[in-house]
């Protein structure tokens, strides 16, 4: 069983930024992709950021130029980068993990962590 944990969120004030961090209890080389995502209050959750094993990446429309997902194979960690941050980015940000087991795509997902962007 993969173990996914988020830390890094917070509260800050909007023009901010803040890095979270995804530690995962398995090689990331392992996985597919690992991947971000976010949901607000009432909202569905959405994707924000995700990285392939190949290191390609995809952003929401959104996010781009203001965030930035990487990996660090050898700590297993996989980071995103939030700066000019906004109020409308305040969620509570889940850690995903690909990985397939034979022919089937298993889903790994974090608890989450809350980051909050004031006016």
């Known amino acids: 069983q993969v173990q996914l944990v988020e830390s890094g969120g917070g509260l800050v004030q909007a023009g901010g930024s803040l890095r979270l961090s995804c530690a995962a209890s398995?090689?990331?080389?392992?996985?597919?992709?690992m991947n971000w995502y976010r949901q607000a209050p009432g909202k569905q959750r959405e994707s924000v950021a995700g990285i392939s094993s190949g290191g390609s990446t995809n952003y929401l429309d959104s996010v781009k130029g203001r965030f930035t997902i990487s990996r660090d194979n050898a700590k297993n960690t996989v980071y995103l980068q939030m700066n000019s941050l906004k109020p409308e980015d305040t969620a509570t940000y889940y850690c995903?993990?690909?990985?397939?087991?034979?022919?089937?795509?298993?889903?790994?997902w974090g608890k989450g962590t809350l980051v909050t962007v004031s006016s």
């Open positions: 995903n993990a690909e990985k397939f087991s034979g022919l089937r795509l298993m889903n790994y």
């Open positions: 398995a090689s990331t080389f392992s996985f597919n992709a």
